[in-house]
């Protein structure tokens, strides 16, 4: 009898004292995939890309990023850039966005924000499941033409919707 009360405690500590909290928002660094050539001469997987190697004003999705629990980092064209103290670009600075996850377009609450802490001010408030990536015939094209390019550069990823901010529409380029 005291080892089912044990295991009756147990498990309810476990189901009512854990709150999954994503990670959805987190800021993270946007990376690349590293060259043979850096992986020979001892550099990580990923390499952080740069403000500079990043282009303005355009969403950027990011596959591989330690940093987030679904290996997503995204940026999208309203995530606030690294600047010099004079308002310019800081260029060395490592690129930052938001850990993301694939979603289905139309699923309410996929992609709430559930812990603000380290998240931009104004994303929660504009988080949303939209496509990021090409549209789905593009990809399924992609994919059919060349599997192993599609893997290389897209991952196991099959769908183009994944947690970004919606688009301020009232924002010139």
């Known amino acids: 009898m005291s080892m089912r009360a044990a295991l009756l405690v147990s498990t309810a500590l476990l189901l009512g004292g854990c709150s999954v909290s994503s990670e ?58 690294a600047r010099n103290a004079d308002g310019s670009l800081n260029e060395a600075a490592a690129a930052e966005g938001y850990c993301s996850k694939p979603c289905v377009n139309g699923a309410a609450k996929t992609c709430e924000v559930s812990d603000t802490s380290d998240v931009e ?18 990809l399924d094209a992609l994919r059919a033409a060349d599997e192993g390019f599609y893997r290389n550069t897209f991952g196991e990823n099959n769908s183009p919707y994944f947690c970004a901010g919606a688009l301020n529409s009232g924002k010139g380029g």
């Open 24 to 81: 959805i928002g987190k800021r993270c660094n946007l990376v690349r995939k590293a060259t043979p050539e850096e992986l020979a001469a001892g550099s990580d997987k990923t390499i952080n890309l740069l403000e500079g190697e990043i282009a303005d004003r355009q969403d950027f999705i990011s596959f591989g990023a330690p940093l987030c629990e679904d290996l997503i980092c995204v940026r999208d064209q309203d995530f606030p850039r």
């Open 121 to 138: 001010p104004n994303l929660p408030g504009r988080m949303s499941c939209r496509s990021l990536l090409l549209d789905q015939e593009t």
